[in-house]
């Protein structure tokens, strides 16, 4: 099923990572949104575009790109992205446009990128790291939030189902580290996007493979209500 596609996310450091502002700390996780789906992608047409992951290792620029598709979709936004912008976040990451250098990204660079220099002219103003092992502040962030990006560790059985549960999981064989984009949330089952198809995924999955997880907000592209987002940059600005 997705074995013959590519992955292309480089290790994450623990260290680096646990520096990010934590969105658990400014917006306590709401039991009653933990309790209630929210499909991001509901209602919208379904995009298949891989975003040339199928022949280079750019998840992480394709999953951001996924996220900003999502994005300017609910808004109503006229924002044609393609493959070429995935493309050039890669470039501009350090790829060199050949095989030998397709190693991938670092998702915090990644993050990074999105807030300095944007993809179509689309900056993001915070991001935040979500706790995925609880799954009510993780309802809580979509909920509030909207759609996220998430590194992953893939084992082997990931090739074969597009659902990634507690079994698949188990496998020890490692396939590696890999980058989508989070659209929804139900109880029970967490909705990502990757190489243009929709992959059901677990809270056990993402307690045992799932490394970073973040909301990345921006004004512009807000699917929150506004008095949400400006309570959001107010606690942002003390940080």
Known sequence: MFGHLKLGLQAHDPARVALVAKLHDFLPSDPLLAATPRDWQLGLAWDPDCLGNDTWGNCGPAAAVNLLKTLAALLG????????????IYRDLGWDGTFQGDKGVVLLDLMNYLLRDGVAG????????????????????????????????????????????????????????????????????????????????????????????????????????????????????QL
């Not at 936004?77 to 050039?88: E, F, G, R, S």
Request: some cysteine.
């Open 77 to 88: 936004i006229q924002l044609p992205l393609t493959v070429d912008d995935a493309l050039k």
């Open 122 to 237: 689309v900056k993001f103003d915070r991001f935040f790291s979500v706790g995925f092992g609880d799954p009510v502040h993780l309802a809580s962030a979509v909920a509030v939030g909207g759609p996220l990006l998430a590194g992953l560790t893939l084992p082997v059985a990931c090739q074969t189902t597009d659902r990634w549960d507690a079994a698949v999981a188990a496998d020890k064989r490692i396939w590696g580290g890999h980058a989508v984009e989070i659209i929804s949330w139900s109880p029970g089952l967490i909705r990502a996007k990757s190489w243009g198809k929709p992959v059901d995924i677990t809270p056990d999955f993402l307690a045992a493979r799932c490394n970073e997880m973040y909301l990345a907000v921006s004004e512009k592209m807000r699917v929150m209500s506004a008095l949400a987002y400006d309570r959001l940059l107010k606690v942002a600005e």
